[in-house]
């Protein structure tokens, strides 16, 4: 009798345990159709289209490799490799710039200066498109201001170019380095600072033994979150370099309006695929490097 009671009333409390979780989930519910539809669907018609080709003559359909194929070859794959390069190079030089400068602002005894820098940076970490371009243009191009008081035409400066484009590129990128890396300069502990120092060890040792070893995850971290948002920019280097510069995301673009070939939209499917490919990549190094930083400055 004792053992059927108690039996009783586990079963009670494991089916409440079982309706708060699935109360849990309720609010989730909206989310997961949103990105279902928002995400998924265009994600399933992209794999689709990426591995489809259509006969101009016939009209029939067949799948096949051969839009991923074509994907890697000639100016595709030049596309490819250049915003690959443009945002590596554009993301390294942001997270050697941005270190410094969001190390000034977390060591500033000024909390006003602080809460200036990183609202401007949340700010210009989401200033770019055709504005962007315009203001670089208005400056430092051809007729610019900038290029015309200081001569800079006749030095050999060129905004439409690929430097060009990676200093247009850095405007947006150092200050989202400098949201990135400021919680893990925050979680610098003034203990080990000071343990340094009594031992006798300068302010350049400490930076190279203490403070950057632990603060590798997330400068890492940082550099592969910018490599992704450079990769994936369009409307900027679309406004101001056009074809100058080849990039994926504008072979994309000239793919779907038919400006090189038409009927090539399921190759700018694939293309599409390809960067997917890439942003995939980048996360899966992204994540784990993120956990680290943060059981490191916890």
Request: no cysteine.
């Amino acid at each position: 009798m004792t053992a059927t009671l108690a039996k009783a009333d586990v079963v009670p409390a494991a089916s409440q345990k079982r309706g708060r979780r699935v109360a849990g989930w309720l609010p989730v519910v909206p989310l997961l159709v949103v990105v279902a539809i928002a995400f998924g669907i265009p994600a399933l018609a992209m794999l689709n289209g990426a591995f489809t080709v259509k006969d101009q003559t016939t009209g029939v359909t067949s799948y096949t490799t051969a839009n991923l194929t074509d994907s890697l070859q000639g100016a595709y794959f030049t596309a490819l490799v250049g915003s690959v390069k443009l945002s590596a190079v554009s993301a390294g030089i942001a997270t050697v710039l941005g270190l410094p400068l969001a190390q000034a602002v977390v060591t500033s005894r000024f909390r006003a200066l602080r809460e200036a820098v990183l609202t401007a940076s949340g700010v210009l970490a989401n200033f770019g498109g055709v504005p962007l371009a315009f203001a670089f243009v208005a400056t430092l191009g051809n007729a610019g201001v900038l290029t015309r008081q200081f001569g800079l035409s006749d030095k050999g400066w060129n905004l439409y170019s690929f430097w060009g484009l990676v200093i247009v590129y850095l405007y947006f990128l150092i200050p989202l380095m400098v949201l990135t890396i400021t919680p893990a300069l925050d979680g610098l502990r003034s203990q080990w600072r000071e343990a340094a120092q009594n031992n006798g060890a300068t302010s350049t040792q400490y930076w190279r033994h203490v403070a950057l070893p632990v603060l590798a995850p997330s400068l890492l971290g940082g550099f592969v979150l910018l490599f992704g948002s450079a990769f994936a920019a369009y409307a900027t280097a679309a406004a101001m370099v056009g074809s100058a510069v080849p990039l994926v995301t504008l072979q994309i673009a000239d793919a779907i309006s038919g400006n090189v070939l038409v009927g090539q939209e399921n190759v700018a499917l694939a293309l599409s695929l390809d960067m997917v490919l890439i942003a995939g990549v980048v996360m899966a190094v992204y994540l784990p490097l993120q956990r680290r930083s943060a059981r490191w400055l916890a």
